[in-house]
């Protein structure tokens, strides 16, 4: 079985080699007149996709920290998601939300830089001295947390599909420092699929990084 990256790599070249043969710039994906590595990092975070979700770029869900130590006090103060803009543009997520897990909607003016993080959190007063101050934060509904055993977060475009599910857990391989030990899951980045317990370590840094690039990335 051919695998898929290397027929998502087959797929790009073939548009690369159209643009060059035709002087066209069908695959310039990010509009800035070249076909970049940019372009190709567009496609990869929005690979799998349905023909249904065409249109859409998505961010990732590349951060939870559910199970905060008794070192950092009230789980409930330091719990939080974060999410990743992984294209080379400026991303407006207004209307979008999460749900399941828990819920929260984003206003219509949210927007997340490129590269940037945006970071949804129980107690978002108690992230002020850790989130950059460029770095959007949301406070989720409900006085609920993460479920410490894992459950099921959805992130849900504004039309009301549905861009990904993620379902964490305390066991089946996910990373053991995250389950009361300080530790955040981070995110391993492209192209792993974040669906994965395999995509998923502890952080180095207690509490996580939110707003911040995962420590892991810098490998």
């Not at 065409?54 to 869900?61: D, E, K, Q, R």
């Not at 861009?163 to 305390?170: F, L, R």
């Not at 389950?179 to 995110?187: I, K, M, Q, R, T």
Request: charged share 15%; proline share 7%.
């Amino acid at each position: 079985m051919t695998h898929p990256y290397f027929r998502l790599a087959v797929a790009t070249l073939s548009l690369l080699s159209l643009a060059d043969v035709h002087g066209q710039c069908h695959a310039d994906l990010n509009g800035n007149h070249m076909v970049d590595n940019h372009d190709l990092l567009i496609l990869l975070a929005d690979y799998g996709q349905s023909c249904e979700d065409a249109g859409w770029h998505n961010p990732i869900l590349s951060e939870i920290h559910y199970n905060p130590s008794t070192q950092q006090g009230t789980d409930s103060d330091h719990e939080f998601l974060e999410f990743t803009n992984p294209h080379p543009f400026d991303l407006h997520v207004g209307g979008w939300s999460v749900a399941d897990g828990i819920d929260c909607a984003f206003p219509p003016d949210t927007w997340i830089e490129a590269g940037g993080q945006l970071v949804v959190a129980n107690n978002p007063g108690m992230l002020d001295t850790l989130v950059p101050d460029f770095t959007p934060v949301l406070g989720w509904s409900g006085a609920s947390g993460l479920h410490n055993s894992g459950e099921t977060l959805r992130l849900v475009r504004p039309d009301g599909s549905v861009a990904k599910t993620v379902t964490y857990s305390d066991t089946n391989g996910w990373p053991e420092d995250a389950d009361g030990g300080g530790a955040s899951l981070e995110w391993l980045g492209l192209p792993h699929n974040n669906a994965l317990s395999t995509s998923w370590v502890a952080s180095s840094a207690l509490g996580g990084s939110p707003g911040l690039p995962n420590s892991t990335w810098a490998d």
